[in-house]
């Protein structure tokens, strides 16, 4: 019962740097979502998708881009890194239709450094 | 502009004490208010939520309180217990927002056994 599964589950990047955090659930769920937490701040949405082709901005998406090829899969990009992209980064997916619960299911986050 | 307020940042209780979370928000579109409890290296999990139509709900020993006139709502921990230490986050949701939630600061609660 794998879930949201994110990776990697830590990283250090240089500044200028560029990677990808990876994310894939395997409950067929429609709506996805990248949120970063920082400490006092609580978690911020980054960017969401609500399907395949389809995404859009959240609330601190500078610095950031995404994709959605699959349902399955929904992977954010950093290009050029900065100190200020230093976080945890979590992964969630929620079902769709009716009935549902309006619950997101997360996967255990990424920790990322950007020295 | 941070919609939903919560309060405290940390809190400690001792084994079998009562905890209360705090949180208000200023969206009166916010029609969906859960909480979510993380546990240290994990991701957030619902732990119990709550709609506007009602002023209260209760799961074992967690409970919401609702004010919707006063724009607040609650989580109430009875009995607390030392593996109810975590991190717990106050959220809220439009209703038409494809299901974003807001969350509010997070708050760090420690139960001393």
């Known amino acids: 019962n794998a879930g949201v599964t994110q990776t990697p589950k830590f990283r250090i990047l240089k500044i200028g740097q560029s990677m990808t955090l990876q994310c894939t659930q395997d409950?067929?769920?429609?709506?996805m979502y990248w949120y970063r937490q920082d400490p006092g701040m609580g978690l911020k949405l980054i960017y969401y998708s609500v399907g395949a082709g389809i995404t859009d901005k959240g609330e601190v998406p500078n610095g950031y881009n995404v994709s959605r090829s699959t349902t399955e899969d929904f992977p954010l990009r950093l290009e050029l890194a900065a100190p200020s992209q230093t976080s945890v980064y979590f992964c969630a997916s929620r079902e769709t239709g009716t009935p549902n619960t309006g619950e997101l299911f997360f996967g255990e986050g990424s920790r990322l450094t950007v020295l | 502009q941070q919609q939903v307020k919560q309060s405290p940042q940390s809190l400690i209780v001792q084994k079998g004490g009562i905890s209360i979370i705090n949180c208000a928000y200023e969206n009166t579109a916010f029609d969906y208010f859960p909480w979510y409890q993380q546990f240290p290296g994990k991701g957030p999990a619902l732990l119990i939520a709550i709609r506007p139509d009602v002023s209260e709900k209760k799961e074992g020993r967690f409970t919401i309180s609702f004010n919707k006139s006063a724009k607040q709502f609650s989580l109430h921990i009875m009995d607390s217990q030392p593996g109810d230490s975590a991190t717990y986050f106050c959220a809220a949701r439009v209703r038409t927002s494809y299901g974003k939630l807001t969350f509010g600061q997070g708050t760090i609660l420690t139960v001393h056994p």
């Open positions: 409950m067929n769920h429609n709506y």
